[in-house]
């Protein structure tokens, strides 16, 4: 579907969007995300050209700080500042440095002297991010943080519904699998409810956070209920690293009371999407002959929406930034 | 017959727990002890009679009770002393109106042995400006595994026993514990908690914890172990003191196992009564508590448990952590708050709304836990120890945590508007701490 009908973001959307930071899809109006999708849109079709490079962030700074390993955010990340003229570093903070005994805010002072304009952090904590947004005079967008909260996963997510399926009002959508340990979850369930859609999530009780109900959702636990007139199935990834004790027995029992299929496909909404953030684990939450069926599979083109959501990100927070020395920045 | 030592303090409400008492009247501490109170000592005008008899104290009307007694006190000496010293916490204790603090062993070393008991005791003693009372360790090294002397440790001046903050989860070694404990009299004091309910959790299990993303410790977790906890005493049918709960199911299985008559007490901290789980907020370590602050509906089960008599004690379960500890992200931040200069205003709070009448509360600082521990202090009578601390219950303001006097700033109370605050303290008839300015009018004679 293209962009085309749709007009380009409006100066006095622009204007409303004020926000310093990007920590989460809490703290966002519907107002503010349909700026950014919007403006997301126009970066799709720029990504579609020849010439990608714009010079809006000529001269900024942008650090991609991960305390984990992410090969699909971060290149996106990395490649949405570049194609926007920003200089792009990538920091892969892993265990090694922790052992050295330097602690989050102290990296994060570290950074802040060599004066970024955007930080991109990834933390296994939950909440890491906004402690260290708290410390730093610049821009921090919120990659991930533990459990808690991965805003532009949510935006890409919505952003790909909305060309496919031209608004989100009104669409059912069913969110499977890993719910306790998924970031994306929440952050969708937040967007995803702001925007209108109706919402089911569904798990076997120990893959679900508690009181989940009272989050804005359906809870189901049968597969097969709980897809019936889905327009939209967004996969999980059973996240085995985060899992302490047995929250399930096996992955063989998981694919066959969770796993996506075409025959538990069937229960959905004739014609319904798949969605998964990835990294899929095959055969596992999601079955290769459904993830690569491009009629069905809309696994592809969140990856390319990804990179334009960023991008629209980045523009945005940008526009916010003190366009004065750092002397003058913000009080 | 003049003597320097004897003070009067006139003109005061006094208010003693112990006794019932509540009427205006006059108190005549003489060296370390109370010698007199009543409410006919000083009749009428006879006030500047007797001025040259006694260094006078006029209380102005403002409340005079025993200094409070706080049963929960972890302090950093020895091992942590840059978190706080034996000296830096009896200024806190002072500051808030207690007199007598109950330490705990989780010290580095443990004290899990006399010889350490008896440095507690002389480095309170030569440092302290507040009355210290070591509790030691239940178990060596707090490691669950091996029971202390506890007779020795008994000997040498521990007042009661408990791993800290360490639950005793193997249910064998407890009972033996709650057992052999019985031989001497001693208290057991236990932290309730199933290590593997709450590992990795790091606030209360519920809506708002799976909002924050953050894993929960499930109220079940504390509850568990209050049940095998009762079971244990039922059958060894030894003296057992839950050092603090915080849900409303922990509750109804103590208060059920005292209607059966078991020898069991239990201890709410200041902060449960004061905080629920949203006031974390949005990842505010300095309101990461163990136990975590519960939901509504216990925050209001403890009040009421309180107001019942169900829980015995307030405790402060001063806990000072330095800044490396709290500046991290939630999970990983120590659990903890400061609360000895807190404790009487926060659980004043239950006074000024309504919910406890002023006699009941302050008893739950004073006569309960000087009854539990077998202390003399913690009541207004004459051979009773000269404690006291004298309250300006009305007093509003809001609280500073700069103005600390403990070493940790680790409160969950800055900011907060807070109504009663401690005018002077007494330890042993003298003076530890006094409130610059109070009393400036009419003030000591």
Do not use: W
Not at chain 1, 195 to 203: K, T, V, Y
Not at chain 1, 216 to 245: K, N, P, Y
Not at chain 2, 34 to 48: C, K, N, R
């Amino acid at each position: 579907m293209s962009a085309s009908h749709i007009p380009p973001p409006q100066a006095a959307d622009a204007a409303l969007f004020c926000a310093r930071n990007l920590l989460g899809i809490e703290g966002l109006s519907p107002v503010d995300i349909k700026f950014l999708l919007d403006l997301a849109d126009t970066y799709v079709e720029l990504n579609r050209q020849m010439e990608k490079k714009r010079a809006l962030l000529r001269g900024r700074t942008q650090i991609n700080l991960f305390f984990e390993v992410s090969t699909r955010t971060q290149s996106s990340f990395e490649l949405a500042g570049k194609r926007l003229g920003a200089d792009v570093m990538n920091m892969s903070v892993g265990a090694s440095s922790v052992k050295k005994g330097e602690t989050l805010i102290d990296t994060a002072m570290t950074l802040n002297a060599m004066r970024p304009d955007l930080l991109v952090v990834r933390h296994g904590a939950s909440g890491a991010v906004e402690l260290l947004s708290q410390k730093v005079d610049c821009a921090v967008i919120n990659a991930g943080d533990g459990s808690h909260e991965h805003p532009t996963q949510a935006l890409l997510d919505a952003l790909t519904l909305r060309r496919h399926l031209g608004a989100i009002e009104g669409l059912r959508i069913a969110i499977c699998g890993d719910i306790l340990h998924s970031r994306v979850a929440r952050s969708n369930i937040l967007l995803l409810n702001m925007l209108g859609a109706h919402l089911r999530i569904i798990a076997p009780p120990t893959l679900l956070p508690p009181r989940a109900a009272r989050m804005g959702v359906e809870v189901f636990h049968d597969m097969t209920e709980g897809l019936r007139d889905c327009d939209v199935v967004m996969m999980l990834r059973l996240q085995l690293e985060r899992m302490t004790g047995s929250l399930i027995p096996s992955t063989r029992e998981y694919f066959h009371h969770y796993g996506l299929d075409r025959q538990k496909l069937k229960y959905a909404k004739p014609g319904a999407k798949v969605m998964h953030p990835g990294p899929m684990n095959r055969g596992v939450e999601i079955d290769s002959a459904v993830a690569d069926d491009p009629e069905i599979s809309l696994i592809q083109d969140q990856v390319e929406m990804g990179v334009a959501v960023r991008m629209a990100v980045l523009d945005a927070l940008s526009r916010n930034l003190p366009n004065t020395s750092h002397e003058k920045a913000r009080v | 017959m003049i003597t320097p030592d004897q003070i009067a303090y006139i003109n005061a409400r006094l208010i003693d727990p112990a006794s019932g008492l509540d009427a205006m009247g006059a108190l005549i501490t003489f060296g370390g002890e109370i010698q007199a109170v009543g409410a006919d000592l000083f009749p009428g005008e006879a006030a500047p009679d007797v001025s040259d008899q006694f260094q006078i104290i006029d209380c102005q009307g403002h409340v005079l009770c025993p200094g409070l007694i706080d049963m929960r006190v972890f302090v950093g000496e020895p091992g942590a002393e840059h978190k706080e010293t034996l000296a830096t916490a009896s200024q806190a204790a002072a500051a808030g109106g207690v007199t007598s603090i109950i330490v705990m062993p989780d010290t580095n070393p443990v004290i899990d042995d006399a010889s350490l008991v008896d440095y507690i005791k002389r480095r309170s003693r030569d440092t302290a400006i507040v009355n210290v009372y070591p509790m030691a360790a239940l178990t060596k090294g707090l490691e669950g595994a091996q029971l202390t002397e506890m007779g020795l440790l008994k000997e040498a001046g521990a007042i009661a026993f408990t791993d800290g903050h360490r639950p005793v989860t193997n249910s064998r070694l407890m009972r033996q514990a709650l057992s052999y404990a019985s031989t001497f009299g001693a208290l057991v004091v236990h932290h309730a908690e199933d290590p593997s309910l709450t590992q990795n959790g790091a606030m209360n299990e519920g809506e708002f914890a799976s909002r924050l993303g953050l894993a929960g410790i499930p109220a079940a977790a504390e509850t568990i172990i209050v049940e095998r906890d009762v079971a244990l005493v039922e059958l060894t049918q030894g003296r057992y003191h839950l050092s603090q709960l915080s849900c409303a199911a922990s509750l109804r299985v103590i208060e059920q196992a005292k209607e059966r008559g078991l020898d069991i007490t239990c201890a709410v901290s200041a902060h449960h009564l004061a905080l629920n789980e949203l006031d974390v907020g949005e990842y505010r370590t300095f309101f990461k508590t163990n136990p975590p602050l519960r939901a509504e509906e216990d925050r209001q089960a403890m009040v009421d448990g309180l107001s019942r008599g169900a829980i015995d004690i307030i405790v402060s379960s001063h806990d000072p952590q330095a800044p490396e500890n709290k500046r991290l992200p939630f999970a990983d931040a120590s659990p903890g708050s400061v609360g000895l200069e807190t404790l009487l205003p926060v659980a004043l709070e239950h006074y000024h709304n309504g919910d406890i009448p002023l006699c009941d509360l302050l008893k739950a600082m004073t006569a309960a836990p000087a009854q539990r521990l077998g202390l003399p202090s913690g009541r207004l009578a004459p051979g009773a120890p000269a404690d006291l601390a004298l309250i300006d219950l009305g007093a509003p303001y809001v609280f500073d945590a700069g103005a600390l006097k403990s070493r940790s700033k680790n409160t969950p109370f800055d900011g907060r508007k807070l109504q009663g605050r401690v005018l002077r303290t007494v330890v042993g008839g003298k003076s530890v701490y006094e409130r610059e300015n109070a009393l400036q009018a009419a003030g000591e004679r």
